[in-house]
């Protein structure tokens, strides 16, 4: 079992939809958690960090992490074709390195 | 957020050249970055850790020799790939890491190089 898992889609979805990106982990340890947005032949870019439980907020991305089931997700509202990426989750118990998800590929159809 | 370069973004070199890739961190001091190699539609794999002043650390099943890693300062660290063969011929990815201790620890990643060996 991985530690970190990620459904890997694709997702497709239309201009304007909610969208909600989950992952799980296996680690207690884990308290650090971040969402990464990957457009293809780029790096990953840091969308949300979220430290230890607890929402948080920024536009239109709301990261949501639930330390007692293990379980972290990203909600995109009003999706438009700018957001289709591969989006990453990554998590850390501490130390720097970070364990990823096998990304979720999103596309917003217009 | 804050800026992480790489260069070159891109490069094409001949089998059993060198190629070196510096990782640069703009905006603020790192005393760790990490190495990053990707493959089509994969999650990122983990090379080495770099810490500034001190020696990398390598991941199991890199090859040290081949993938030079040097942290010279608290804003470059650089990827030296010796004797490339087309199987190195990859996307790889720098990270600097931005801890300041407690409840902030995360990194902010480069735009990649992609490095074609023939």
């Known amino acids: 079992q991985k530690e970190v898992e990620q459904d890997p889609g694709p997702l497709s979805v239309p201009e304007g939809a909610i969208v909600s990106l989950n992952c799980t982990y296996s680690?207690?340890?884990?308290?650090?958690f971040m969402w990464y947005r990957q457009y293809s032949r780029k790096g990953p870019e840091l969308l949300m960090y979220t430290y230890s439980s607890g929402n948080k907020e920024d536009g239109r991305f709301t990261a949501q992490v639930d330390k007692s089931s293990k379980y972290i997700s990203l909600f995109i509202r009003d999706s438009q074709p700018s957001d289709s990426a591969t989006y990453l989750c990554?998590?850390?118990?501490?130390?720097?390195?970070?364990?990823f998800g096998q990304g979720t590929e999103l596309s917003v159809k217009p | 957020g804050a800026v992480v370069s790489q260069h070159p973004s891109w490069v094409i070199c001949k089998s059993g050249t060198s190629v070196k890739i510096e990782c640069r961190s703009l905006d603020f001091q790192a005393t760790t970055m990490f190495w990053y190699r990707q493959f089509p539609k994969q999650s990122l794999m983990l090379m080495a850790t770099s810490n500034e002043g001190s020696k990398a650390t390598y991941e199991q099943g890199v090859e040290k020799d081949k993938f030079l890693i040097n942290h010279a300062s608290l804003t470059l660290s650089t990827l030296t790939v010796t004797s490339a063969h087309p199987e190195d011929s990859s996307f790889y990815i720098c990270s600097a890491r931005d801890y300041t201790g407690g409840t902030t620890d995360t990194q902010y990643f480069g735009p990649g190089t992609r490095l074609t060996v023939l």
């Open positions: 990554a998590m850390s118990a501490g130390g720097g390195k970070l364990i």
């Open positions: 680690n207690s340890a884990f308290q650090y």
